[in-house]
């Protein structure tokens, strides 16, 4: 139940795109169809962005995009916006147990 | 609208016990599996622990097993976490998460704070 690796932090200026990956191992991001992204914006609770490694649920931006290769996760924002600044997880669910990354803080510059 | 509040927290010494409660409304709480999710001042998400739809599954990280116990009320729509031998790295707020397609309604959190 080791966290998943991300870059403590990424930055980008408004318009352009940015990718943030997480690591984890043969046990779990590699071996999960259940990886999951979330937002959080300081002082609430984190949102779904996106389920099921590349699936947006309703509502998301598709500026919001996901891929998986091997044990590497990669969240990618597309035309980056002043709101898109917050901080990012991943998670990746196996046998009953989730386990999320540490994060990533977005700056939009 | 989907819902989901939670209480009980507050302030409690090393070794004391809490009980968090979950209200959830707007969606078949029976259906789903649910989920306890915490976050550390400053800290990044701690998946705590997620039950079956009628409580026949229970899962656990390793730092709570044997301290922590999670269970529903599916009659009344609500999820437990029963918090004993509490820790003062257990200080955290508490989310209560819908599982449906991944963690997709979370509540606002209910503060926890082991200190004494």
């Known amino acids: 139940q080791s966290a998943l690796t991300q870059p403590a932090s990424v930055s980008g200026s408004p318009g352009q795109s940015i990718t943030i990956s997480c690591t984890g191992t043969s046990s779990d991001v590699g071996n999960s169809n259940f990886v999951s992204w979330f937002q959080q914006h300081p002082g609430t609770a984190p949102k779904l962005i996106i389920y099921?490694?590349?699936n947006r649920p309703s509502g998301v931006s598709h500026r919001f995009s996901a891929s998986k290769s091997g044990n590497t996760a990669s969240l990618t924002i597309t035309g980056l916006q002043a709101g898109d600044e917050a901080d990012y997880y991943c998670s990746s669910y196996t046998s009953g147990s989730t386990t999320f990354g540490g994060g990533t803080k977005l700056t939009v510059l | 609208e989907v819902q989901l509040v939670e209480s009980g927290g507050g302030l409690v010494q090393p070794g004391g016990s809490l009980r968090l409660s979950c209200a959830a409304s707007?969606?078949?709480?029976?259906?789903?599996?649910m989920n306890w999710v915490r976050q550390a001042p400053g800290k990044g998400l701690e998946w705590v622990a997620t039950i079956k739809q009628d409580g026949s599954g229970k899962y656990y990280v390793d730092s709570v097993k044997g301290r922590f116990t999670i269970s529903r009320d599916n009659a009344k729509k609500s999820l437990y976490l029963q918090m004993n031998s509490l820790r003062t790295e257990d200080t955290a707020v508490y989310y209560c998460v819908r599982d449906f397609l991944g963690f997709d309604y979370w509540g606002q959190g209910t503060q926890v704070t082991v200190s004494s």
């Open positions: 707007g969606f078949i709480f029976s259906s789903y599996w």
């Open positions: 099921e490694v590349t």
